[in-house]
C-alpha cells in the first residue's frame, strides 16, 4: 500500500497565519525513485516542502491545503512520489524550489517534471473587470539523476506540446519529421553539455522554465484541475 502521510497534519491557516502569504501555491508531479529509497530518504529529499509549511516532519506537512488533492504520497511498492499539494505561501517558496529539485535529483530513478503554479488570492472579480493583470505564475521545473534524463523529460513534453498543437492541421504520421529536428535540437544541447565538461557536476533541478512558464495577464490558470 501507498504510505499517505496523513497524520497529525496541522492546518495551513495555524502554521502560516504570521505571514503575509498573498498565494496559494500548488505543487504538482509524479516522480519514479530508486529501488532503494526509503520512507527516511524521501522525508529528506522533501524537508524544504515540508519545513516551509510550518511542519515538523513529512507526516505532519504532507497534506494538502485541499482535502480533495492527494497531498504528498510515498508509493514504497512502486517506488513512486506522488505530488499533489498546495500550500499558502510568498514569493519566497521560490527559494524551496532550487533545494527541493537538487534533494529530488538525488533520490530519482528517471527524468520527471514538476508543475507549480502560484495562485493570486488577493485578486478578484473588480481587479478582473479593471482590467488589472494577476500576479499568477507557473512553472515547470526538470529532475532526474544525470543530465541526460532530464533533458529527455524536457524532450518528451516539447514533442508532446508540439504534436498536440500540429495535430490541429496535420495528420499524426506527417509529423515525424518535426519529432526528428525536435531530436536533433537536444541531441546538440547535450553535446555542448558534454564538451563544456558541465557532465561532471550534479545537476540542478529546472535547468530552465518549461515551454508553459508564463506570468500574469496571459489568461488565469485553471485552478487545481488536473
Given at each position: 500500500?501507498?504510505?499517505?502521510?496523513?497524520?497529525?497534519?496541522?492546518?495551513?491557516?495555524?502554521?502560516?497565519?504570521?505571514?503575509?502569504?498573498?498565494?496559494?501555491?500548488h505543487v504538482h508531479g509524479d516522480v519514479?525513485?530508486?529501488?532503494?529509497?526509503?520512507?527516511?530518504?524521501?522525508?529528506?529529499?522533501?524537508?524544504?516542502?515540508?519545513?516551509?509549511?510550518?511542519?515538523?516532519?513529512?507526516?505532519?506537512?504532507?497534506?494538502?491545503?485541499?482535502?480533495?488533492?492527494?497531498?504528498?504520497?510515498?508509493?514504497?511498492?512502486?517506488?513512486?512520489?506522488?505530488?499533489?499539494?498546495?500550500?499558502?505561501?510568498?514569493?519566497?517558496?521560490?527559494?524551496?524550489l532550487d533545494d527541493m529539485c537538487m534533494?529530488?535529483?538525488?533520490?530519482?530513478?528517471?527524468?520527471?517534471?514538476?508543475?507549480?503554479?502560484?495562485y493570486d488570492t488577493e485578486y478578484d472579480?473588480?481587479?478582473?473587470?479593471?482590467?488589472?493583470?494577476?500576479?499568477?505564475?507557473?512553472?515547470?521545473?526538470?529532475?532526474?539523476?544525470?543530465?541526460?534524463?532530464?533533458?529527455?523529460?524536457?524532450?518528451?513534453?516539447?514533442?508532446?506540446?508540439?504534436?498536440?498543437?500540429?495535430?490541429?492541421?496535420?495528420?499524426?504520421?506527417?509529423?515525424?519529421?518535426?519529432?526528428?529536428?525536435?531530436?536533433?535540437?537536444?541531441?546538440?544541447?547535450?553535446?555542448?553539455?558534454?564538451?563544456?565538461?558541465?557532465?561532471?557536476?550534479?545537476?540542478?533541478?529546472?535547468?530552465?522554465?518549461?515551454?508553459?512558464?508564463?506570468?500574469?495577464?496571459?489568461?488565469?490558470?485553471?485552478?487545481?484541475?488536473?
Amino acid at each position: 500500500m501507498p504510505v499517505r502521510f496523513r497524520l497529525g497534519a496541522p492546518s495551513n491557516e495555524d502554521t502560516m497565519s504570521s505571514y503575509n502569504t498573498p498565494f496559494e501555491i500548488h505543487v504538482h508531479g509524479d516522480v519514479l525513485l530508486r529501488s532503494d529509497v526509503d520512507h527516511k530518504a524521501v522525508q529528506e529529499a522533501l524537508k524544504p516542502l515540508w519545513k516551509y509549511a510550518g511542519a515538523r516532519s513529512l507526516a505532519e506537512g504532507a497534506q494538502s491545503l485541499y482535502e480533495e488533492e492527494k497531498g504528498i504520497i510515498f508509493d514504497d511498492k512502486e517506488h513512486r512520489l506522488q505530488l499533489c499539494w498546495t500550500v499558502r505561501g510568498n514569493e519566497d517558496f521560490r527559494q524551496v524550489l532550487d533545494d527541493m529539485c537538487m534533494n529530488i535529483n538525488e533520490v530519482s530513478a528517471a527524468g520527471a517534471q514538476i508543475e507549480i503554479t502560484f495562485y493570486d488570492t488577493e485578486y478578484d472579480e473588480e481587479d478582473e473587470e479593471r482590467g488589472t493583470d494577476s500576479r499568477d505564475d507557473f512553472l515547470i521545473l526538470f529532475v532526474g539523476p544525470d543530465p541526460a534524463s532530464i533533458m529527455q523529460a524536457q524532450r518528451d513534453l516539447l514533442v508532446q506540446d508540439v504534436v498536440s498543437l500540429m495535430e490541429r492541421h496535420f495528420d499524426g504520421a506527417e509529423l515525424g519529421g518535426v519529432v526528428g529536428e525536435i531530436d536533433k535540437l537536444f541531441a546538440q544541447r547535450f553535446q555542448d553539455l558534454v564538451n563544456s565538461l558541465e557532465l561532471g557536476k550534479p545537476p540542478r533541478g529546472g535547468m530552465g522554465p518549461g515551454p508553459q512558464n508564463g506570468h500574469g495577464g496571459g489568461g488565469r490558470r485553471p485552478r487545481h484541475l488536473h
